[in-house]
């Protein structure tokens, strides 16, 4: 018989262990040691990969969400260089006025620039903490990567504001005319 360990003996010698159980012991612990096939998963050996497991499906999420912002930073990056190659240069004394983020702005235009812009032909686009025109066609190249940064645009009616005039308003108002010339 091999010979057992010093706690083995111990226990042995202390009457607290058969030397049965001691030999069926050694038994199990021989066969595990020599088996071909593969160990009987103990609960901690589950828990581990159980643990293993979630964190690679916690790792895939973050690498997700990285992979997620990145396409976002790149997209409006892509939306910034097209408004800084496409912008309209503007010339002019004439003061255009809108509303952005609850406060009124201004640009300087032209005549040409303001029937442009009221028409919908050129875009106001928002490029860090200055505005931009632009024409339709990068506009709607903007709007498809970042939509927030068109501020206005009358050709599509960016307006977030829901319209809460009624038949029976616009009846009432019909009767007041309002000059073309009209500038605020």
Same mark, same amino acid.
């Given at each position: ?129 200055? $505005? ?43 009767? $007041? ?8």
């Amino acid at each position: 018989m091999a010979k057992a360990n010093p706690l083995q003996e111990q226990l042995l010698k202390a009457g607290l262990v058969k030397k049965s159980k001691l030999a069926e012991v050694a038994r199990e612990q021989n066969k595990a040691r020599h088996s071909k096939g593969p160990p009987v998963p103990n609960e901690i050996q589950l828990e581990a990969e159980r643990s293993r497991a979630e964190k690679v499906e916690r790792d895939r999420a973050l690498a997700a969400q990285g992979k997620a912002q990145a396409r976002i930073a790149e997209l409006r990056a892509q939306a910034r260089q097209i408004i800084e190659d496409r912008k309209v240069p503007r010339a002019g004394e004439s003061e255009y006025r809108f509303s952005v983020d609850g406060a009124i702005r201004t640009l300087l235009v032209n005549d040409d620039l303001r029937k442009k812009l009221s028409s919908g032909v050129l875009v106001i686009a928002r490029l860090g903490d200055r $505005f931009e025109l632009l024409p339709r066609m990068a506009a709607d190249k903007v709007r498809e990567r970042d939509a927030t940064m068109i501020v206005l645009d009358h050709g599509q009616g960016t307006s977030a504001e829901p319209a809460a005039t009624t038949s029976e308003d616009d009846a009432y108002y019909a009767q $007041f005319k309002v000059p073309d010339d009209l500038i605020w």
